[in-house]
């Protein structure tokens, strides 16, 4: 079975322009969360999205964003690229949802740079 | 709020020495504790989990204990191996708050030499 695919996997962006980042989660995993994992440092909680409904955000400014499809895939989106987004931005993904048994399965993440 | 601090790394051992990091905790209620693994260029990995006071958590030759007294989650092993060498972080799951969001420490790199 696939884990969680994201995709691209790395990306060069200009400041002030728009990205969109895009995740699978594994097969019958319906919640999936994003993280931002700045050089050197643990990652970040952004959202987390169950059942195409938002059930989490973290201390984020409003240019990120994210939506969950039918499929269960999501995608992340940042406007107004700065500098500072430079990062990596993982998915993860998880079976259930408020169990405290479950277990979080992450992707490889898309390195974004920010020139 | 919920937080987790981390010693601070690197660390740098030799092959087959004994490892210890230290992870403490700030939370409301009783998190789930978690250790992930992240190997060069590569995303996060489970490494173990408790759920409750007093788990003990243990996988690959790794454990970590769940102690609520010390608000600690230390994660140890008896003989590393070079195959170790990575960024170990540990991470929390509040109880509130209705998701599924994970706190994580800062991380440490560990170096293990031949």
């Known amino acids: 079975d696939a884990g969680v695919t994201q995709s691209p996997t790395h990306l060069i962006k200009t400041r002030g322009q728009q990205v969109t980042l895009r995740c699978s989660p594994i097969?019958?995993?319906?919640?999936v969360s994003w993280y931002q994992q700045v050089l050197g440092q643990g990652p970040q909680f952004i959202f987390q999205?169950?059942?195409?409904?938002?059930?989490g955000r973290g201390n984020f400014p409003d240019r990120f964003s994210a939506r969950q499809f039918p499929n269960y895939s999501s995608e992340l989106n940042v406007n107004a690229l700065l500098l500072g987004d430079s990062a990596l931005y993982l998915c993860?993904?998880?079976?259930?949802?408020?169990?405290?048994?479950?277990?979080?399965?992450f992707g490889q993440g898309t390195r974004l740079t920010v020139v | 709020g919920n937080s987790v601090t981390q010693m601070e790394g690197p660390v740098t051992l030799s092959e087959e020495a004994f490892l210890t990091i230290n992870c403490t905790y700030t939370?409301?209620?009783?998190?789930?504790l978690f250790w992930y693994v992240q190997y060069p260029g590569e995303g996060l990995q489970l490494l173990l989990k408790?759920?409750?006071?007093?788990d003990k958590g243990s996988n690959k030759g790794f454990e970590a204990t769940y102690r609520k007294e010390t608000t600690s989650f230390h994660l140890e092993k008896g003989s590393v191996q070079v195959s170790d060498s990575a960024v170990y972080f540990c991470?929390?799951?509040?109880?509130?708050?209705?998701?599924?969001?994970?706190?994580f420490g800062k991380g440490t790199k560990l170096t293990v030499n031949p």
């Open positions: 991470a929390l799951r509040p109880t509130q708050g209705g998701s599924e969001k994970l706190v």
């Open positions: 097969s019958g995993h319906k919640s």
């Open positions: 939370a409301t209620g009783y998190p789930s």
């Open positions: 408790a759920t409750k006071a007093d």
């Open positions: 993860a993904s998880t079976l259930l949802q408020g169990s405290r048994n479950t277990e979080a399965f």
């Open positions: 999205y169950y059942e195409k409904e938002e059930r």
